[in-house]
């Protein structure tokens, strides 16, 4: 019941009150007493009448503070002119809306000013109202940037032999005979200049249906992923149009590397390439793979080494531009131990999926199911957040719970990195937001506890609230070691070996080289997923239903990913 209507029903009580002490008032001073009461019950048939059906239709009468099409107005008017944070809050749930990257060069920004330019919208009639639901037609026109790309390189392929013959030789190539940069550069700048100039045969006009909400007093539009996409150019790559633009164009003459991020609100990532899954028995085959994609394995030496003593006989793995991912297993420091090596190119790509993509929902399914959803190119299971009512939970960086009691947090900032929050560091719900806010954090994690900070074991004591950690249970660990670097860990019984206690996945984690890692949800929860498979031998061989999953998805376009 919202405000409105239980407002409403309470005036009604008030005025059934009314006429029945009135009715009683009158029969005491023995005064109009046919007159009242007959009012009295007629107008306590009619009032009981309408308390039934605003209790079974929901609100009867409501006064919005604007109508449909002024909400639509506004959320376009700002988003076009250049004032996006405006148009957010007319949306029923906080999403990003596209915005110049920062930091762009002239040549750069002059495509995200076209695109700026060429916002335009109407709407398609009124808007059609059914009780606290509307829709609302539009169109909106904005330039599709992809058209510019071709037409671009066209001028530079026409442009460069006129300069080749115009300038001196050394003017154009260096020592080894190619072209200098700075050449490159100012012709490119020259074309998209020329080209963006004149954009307008290149803007495209899309029809579409707005949907709303009234909710608070007021009309609320439901994202939609649509004209999300119409205010980014109708670009899969959003921010990194330009610098993957400049790649396409000069690709050829040059070589530019590619960036690609994965939007934060992105439900459905690209798929993997399931032909660039394998595996392998021989430990060369893995080390020219990292090798063969050293702009992702540059950034750190891998935690897989080739005298690994591999139990099953073989490595699974995964490698594209973006993403490369070994799994093995191996009996180490005497236990049976499943490990995941894995580099991502870009933050964007760890990520975390509830089930129902919705937080709080009643749903579980098992973690390979989630796996298949969200497109993960491998997957380990998360702290099973719907299970417990306890911690400080934060996902798409809003606070959803705060109940801190003595558990260590485990937060995953925007760009990739672990940072951890003891028992009393955060004491009040502000003091857990301005932190979320102040860290960039994306989401957060309350299972626990923290194994291993600055390489060094951390020690939580023989009490945990969490996991039992002084038993022997499965154990589920996340690790990570400089920037978009991770070893992700399970360990089962197996091989002659038992479980473990959480002393021994601290011990292990710090002795594979971990910056920092963090104890996930054990037992049969501790899953590692590949190939939407299960990977280590969960306990009793059946996957149990949880809530979510950490996971890590390619961000090569499935167009390019082939």
């Not at 590692?528 to 969960?538: D, K, T």
């Amino acid at each position: 019941m919202d405000a409105l209507h239980s407002g409403m029903v309470k005036l009604l009580a008030i005025l059934l009150c009314f006429f029945f002490l009135r009715g009683v008032w009158g029969e005491i001073r023995r005064r109009e007493e046919a007159l009242w009461s007959t009012l009295s019950g007629f107008f306590l048939c009619i009032l009981l009448l309408c308390c039934v059906l605003a209790d079974s239709r929901g609100t009867l009468v409501f006064k919005p503070s604007c109508t449909p099409e002024e909400t639509v107005t506004h959320f376009l008017d700002s988003f076009s002119g250049g004032h996006p944070e405006e148009a957010v809050a007319d949306l029923s749930t906080p999403r990003q809306l596209f915005t110049t990257p920062e930091g762009v060069d002239e040549t750069a920004a002059l495509y995200y000013q076209a695109l700026q330019n060429s916002y335009s919208w109407e709407l398609r009639g009124p808007a059609k109202t059914e009780e606290t639901h509307a829709s609302q037609r539009i169109a909106f026109t904005s330039l599709k940037l992809s058209t510019l790309t071709p037409l671009i390189e066209g001028y530079v392929m026409e442009r460069l032999p006129v300069v080749i013959d115009e300038r001196p030789k050394s003017e154009v190539f260096d020592e080894e005979e190619n072209y200098r940069p700075e050449v490159l550069d100012e012709i490119y700048a020259e074309g998209v200049q020329k080209i963006t100039d004149n954009a307008e045969d290149y803007y495209v006009t899309t029809e579409l249906t707005l949907s709303l909400d009234y909710r608070d007093g007021r009309w609320y539009i439901l994202p939609d992923d649509e004209l999300l996409l119409c205010f980014s150019g109708y670009s899969e790559d959003g921010e990194m149009f330009a610098n993957n633009a400049r790649a396409d164009v000069l690709g050829q003459l040059t070589y530019i590397p590619k960036h690609y991020v994965i939007p934060e609100d992105m439900v459905l990532v690209p798929a993997p390439n399931q032909n660039k899954y394998g595996t392998t028995d021989d430990p060369q085959v893995i080390k020219d793979l990292l090798a063969a994609y050293p702009r992702v394995t540059g950034i750190d030496e891998p935690f897989w080494h080739e005298d690994i003593k591999i139990l099953d006989g073989q490595y699974n793995y995964y490698a594209d531009e973006t993403i490369v991912a070994v799994a093995w297993r191996e009996l180490y420091m005497g236990k049976n131990c499943s490990f995941a090596d894995v580099y991502i190119a870009d933050p964007s790509q760890l990520r975390r999926k509830l089930a129902d993509d919705t937080y709080g929902s009643p749903i579980h399914k098992s973690a390979t199911a989630l796996a298949a959803e969200a497109n993960a190119v491998i997957a380990l299971n998360g702290d099973f957040y719907k299970f417990r009512g306890i911690g400080i939970t934060a996902y798409r960086r809003q606070l959803y719970r705060f109940n801190p009691s003595r558990l260590e947090l485990c937060h995953m900032d925007a760009s990739g990195n672990m940072h951890f929050t003891y028992s009393g560091e955060l004491e009040t719900k502000e003091d857990a937001e301005k932190y979320i806010a102040d860290n960039d954090i994306i989401f957060s994690l309350a299972f626990g506890p923290v194994l291993v900070e600055d390489y060094k074991v951390h020690d939580a004591g023989d009490w945990y609230q969490l996991g039992e950690v002084t038993e022997h249970y499965s154990r589920s660990s996340l690790g990570q070691r400089g920037s978009c670097h991770y070893l992700l860990m399970t360990i089962n019984p197996g091989y002659g070996t038992g479980s473990a206690t959480i002393v021994d996945s601290r011990n292990i984690m710090q002795a594979m080289g971990v910056e920092r890692a963090y104890a996930m949800d054990g037992g049969q929860t501790a899953e590692i997923v590949i190939q939407n498979r299960m990977f280590n031998p969960v306990d009793f061989l059946n996957e149990r239903m949880v809530s979510d999953i950490i996971y890590f998805a390619t961000a090569l376009p499935e167009s390019e990913n082939r």
